[in-house]
């Protein structure tokens, strides 16, 4: 799929960058666009979906300590605290704020690598 030369995503990709890193959840998924009813055009990136927590490939575990957020958890785990959003995802949690909630709470550490695939990808 081509990426449209829109408005509202030059700004997001420079040069023709990708309009997302290679560690972002986002790398990879398809940008798409809708005309609106005035007759424009929005961009907006395809849905992430998410496999269950069976399909990761663990590494390890991470304990939470008092005071931790998801972000200080995977810069304990990965030394990127960017890579929060694949605890969220090893643990099947939609709110990442619930994997820091108890103190003592060993959270899955997923092996990085592909783990979504956009609409209709088998």
Known sequence: ???????????????????????????????ASVTLPDGSDAAYVTRRL????????????????VGDRPDLV???????????????DAAGAS???T???APGTRLAVPLPGPTHQADGDA
Do not use: H, K, N
């Open 74 to 88: 995977a810069a304990r785990a990965y030394g990127r605290p960017e890579f929060d959003w694949r605890l969220a």
């Open 99 to 101: 994997l820091t909630a």
């Open 95 to 97: 709110d990442p704020e």
């Open 50 to 65: 998410i496999p269950p927590p069976t399909a990761f490939s663990i590494a390890g575990t991470a304990q939470v300590e």
């Open 1 to 31: 799929m081509s990426v449209p030369e829109l408005p509202s995503l030059t700004g997001l990709m420079p040069g023709g960058e990708p309009a997302f890193g290679q560690t972002s959840r986002y790398s990879g998924l398809p940008i």
